[in-house]
């Protein structure tokens, strides 16, 4: 399906701009065998940076407090495993030696994206590339309970996950569809025909992306709310489950409103809820 809709998508942009686009050349970087073996490294306790003429890592950790050692130590383990990818990936210098002059590259950036009394709310976001096309997104979400000092999966707030994501794919659908099923290439300049075929397997895409599956939903955050608002869920999906990837990660936010009754008697504090 996504490979369909990517050559739909190709071949609609083609048609309303009349312009053809033409991937452009990397630069290589010559590696002698001296630079090969030299690398450059440096790490703090939120920062860690590597490199040499094959490669390039670059990592950024939030600040947390002991209490969320938990959690810290999460991110490190999902770096190591992003890292041991991007290794593999490597190309052989005496097999692929024009591809291995290429330096191959991992970002990430760990962020605090929504703090409450109770959870902290991670984001990560960056990107590997390994000499694709274009680099692999990364995008994931860490959701750590400060009472019982461990992370939670959405599931886990909810006495029925499986009506609970019911109920969030049907919110996520309409807010998506509204979001995204006017976003034609060129506008009202596009054929009625061509709109409709575009917005089809749009439609298409955000509903097998929306699928409630633990899978599809996996990805969320607690926000904290404000003072005249409870906190809330917003999911997250990352490019390409629910988009093409021009389109980038896609957010939705729910109100507690819409979940407050299949939350765990647990949990429901945490929402603003009485028990």
């Known amino acids: ?6 050559r739909m998508f190709a ?3 083609f048609a309303v701009t009349l312009a053809a686009c033409q991937r452009s050349p990397s630069s290589d970087t010559a590696a002698t065998a001296g630079s090969l073996a030299a690398a450059s490294s440096s790490s703090t306790p939120l920062e860690l940076h590597v490199s040499n003429a094959r490669y390039r890592i670059d990592v950024t950790y939030p600040p947390l407090s ?9 991110l490190h383990e999902r770096t190591q495993a992003a890292r041991a990818e991007l290794m593999r990936a490597l190309p052989n210098v005496s097999s692929l030696p024009a591809e291995a002059r290429r330096p191959l590259q991992l970002m990430i950036d760990y962020t605090v994206a929504a703090r409450t009394p109770v959870f902290v709310s991670v984001r990560e976001q960056g990107m590997m590339d390994t000499g694709g096309a274009h680099p692999i997104p990364l995008d994931a979400t860490f959701v750590f309970d400060m009472q019982h000092a461990r992370l939670v999966t959405l599931d886990d707030l909810f006495t029925d996950p499986a009506r609970a994501r019911a109920w969030l794919s049907e919110a996520a659908r309409k807010a998506l569809y509204a979001k995204l099923l006017d976003k034609v290439p060129g506008g009202d300049k596009t054929p009625a025909k061509a709109r409709k075929a575009w917005q089809d397997n749009m439609r298409a895409m955000i509903d097998a992306g929306t699928q409630p599956t633990a899978q599809n939903f996996k990805g969320f955050l607690i926000d904290g709310g404000g003072l005249a ?8 999906f990352p490019p390409y489950q629910v988009a093409p990837y021009v389109y980038g990660a896609q957010t939705v ?3 507690v409103q819409t979940f407050a009754t299949l939350l765990k008697p647990a949990y429901r504090g945490a929402f603003g809820l009485a028990p």
Request: glycine share 0%; net charge negative.
């Open 1 to 6: 399906m996504v490979a369909c809709f990517a």
């Open 11 to 13: 071949m609609l942009i």
């Open 66 to 74: 002991p209490e969320a050692d938990v959690l810290m130590h999460t």
């Open 229 to 236: 608002s409870p906190p809330s869920l917003v999911l997250v």
């Open 253 to 255: 936010r729910v109100p």
